[in-house]
């Protein structure tokens, strides 16, 4: 058994030297090289077809080696540059909110910044749109990043969506068809809405004026926000 395991890992070895997209190969020789033990091997492995030239431009590559180092508890900082090279391929990936949290974390301002371009580029999609844990991150951290007086970062995201969000994300029809569907949705949407558009915002002036005992301290406390963080308020 031993020795069918040996020279079909020596077969997957030779194979994934050639130039291709051989990824349930990569998967399998690597499970089979962490299951005997052999992680510097498994690491090389992907971090070549990763970063190997010859290999083409696949963004399972990155995942695959994000996947192994977080197994092993590698650094932030390494994580963070593997998931910034699959954030180049594809923004709208799923490990885009776990990238995004990661450089929250980070001591670093540069990845403060990326973090909120981040969110704005994986909310860019329309497979994202009701993803209700974007919008709350997006509004946590439009707040946090405006407290930290760099409106600026702001400013440079929405400046290349305003002619488009709001019809993409912000109109009078998505505000009544994602109340009726997911109301902590809307009120998530609605306080990003305003923040980006003011309370002039279709969105927000319609989910504002709801009234629902469940959500209306929610509802509340999100106009106190908008009032107080929108960046059409020329007083902030």
């Known amino acids: 058994m031993l020795d069918h395991s040996w020279k079909t890992s020596v077969n997957l070895g030779a194979l994934i030297q050639i130039p291709g997209v051989w990824d349930p190969f990569v998967k399998s020789y690597v499970e089979m090289l962490e299951f005997y033990g052999d992680q510097d091997g498994a690491r090389e492995v992907l971090t070549n077809y990763a970063y190997d030239e010859k290999f083409p431009s696949n963004p399972n590559d990155h995942i695959y080696l994000y996947n192994f ?3 092993e508890k590698a650094p932030r900082e390494k994580l ?8 180049q391929i594809v923004t709208s990936h799923k490990l885009m909110l776990e990238f995004h949290r990661l450089l929250r974390k980070s001591e670093k301002e540069e990845h403060h910044k990326l973090g909120l371009e981040v969110l704005f580029g994986v909310l860019d999609f329309a497979g994202c749109t009701k993803n209700i844990t974007a919008w709350k991150y997006l509004a946590k951290y439009l707040r946090q990043t405006l407290m930290g007086s760099h409106l600026a970062w702001v400013q440079e995201e929405w400046s290349s969506r305003k002619n488009w969000w709001p019809g993409f994300h912000f109109s009078y029809f ?3 068809s994602d109340w009726k569907e997911d109301k902590a949705l809307a009120c998530e949407k609605a306080l990003v809405a305003g923040v980006l558009s003011g309370k002039g915002c279709r969105y927000f002036r ?3 004026k709801q ?3 469940v959500f209306r301290k929610k509802i509340k406390r999100m106009k106190k926000l908008v009032k107080k963080y929108s960046i059409i308020n020329p007083g902030l």
């Open 211 to 213: 009234d629902h005992q």
């Open 69 to 71: 180092l977080k197994r």
């Open 80 to 87: 963070i540059s593997v998931l910034k090279i699959l954030y």
């Open 206 to 208: 319609y989910i504002s």
């Open 174 to 176: 998505w505000a009544k």
